[in-house]
């Protein structure tokens, strides 16, 4: 017959391996997944409050920067006032140089435009952050940027779910990301697109 001691420490350490088992099956059994959404799509069209620069060249004397107006037009130079909104970078330019050669103003001028600040271009987060609302689009926006640019999660927020919703041309797509997936580098932060939607649940205790 075993002595007492030895079968009690022989049942501590078939307890422990089997502890030990279960837990690594629960890691195993979690597998991160990407977020499950289409590929974002760029958004360059100018609208109300966008910051753009137009540069003429040889005219350097002129304004470079410009804003364009609530009803979607910017008073631009020579050609006064023009409907910019809805227009790529290109297209402008190439607008105000056919209006340049109509007008008569310039024989064969160069124009170029870039955009500076994409203000009418938003996302918007609810739910569990420091201050919820809308956001601008700026270039390379991500999950974490505008997580950071709301202040934070709330002391509430449920790290591991949050969700992200955007629009299609078939309709709203919707996938939830773990945040703390992202912070391990098990999955890769999201890239947001103009008009995405995030929503940071709270925990339940």
Do not use: W
Not at 21 to 41: F, K, M, T
């Amino acid at each position: 017959m075993k002595p007492l001691r030895t079968t009690l420490a022989a049942r501590a350490r078939r307890a422990a391996a089997t502890l030990l088992l279960v837990a690594v099956a629960g890691c195993v059994g979690r597998v991160p997944h990407a977020i499950d959404l289409p590929p974002p799509q760029e958004v360059t069209t100018l609208g109300p409050g966008d910051v753009f620069e137009l540069h003429i060249v040889g005219e350097d004397k002129l304004p470079t920067a410009f804003t364009v107006s609530p009803d979607g037009t910017a008073d631009l130079p020579y050609v006064k006032r023009v409907q910019v909104a809805g227009l790529e970078p290109q297209q402008l330019s190439e607008e105000v140089r056919s209006k340049l050669v109509a007008m008569q103003i310039l024989v064969d001028p160069s124009v170029s435009v870039s955009l500076k600040d994409l203000n009418s271009k938003r996302i918007e987060i609810l739910g569990e952050v420091q201050k919820p609302g809308s956001l601008p689009m700026g270039s390379g926006m991500t999950l974490l940027r505008a997580i950071s640019l709301a202040g934070g999660f709330s002391a509430m927020a449920n790290h591991g779910k949050v969700m992200i919703r955007r629009h299609t041309r078939t309709g709203t797509k919707a996938a939830t990301v773990s945040v703390d997936d992202i912070m391990e580098n098990r999955i890769p932060d999201p890239q947001l697109q103009a008009g995405d939607s995030i929503d940071v649940a709270q925990r339940v205790f």
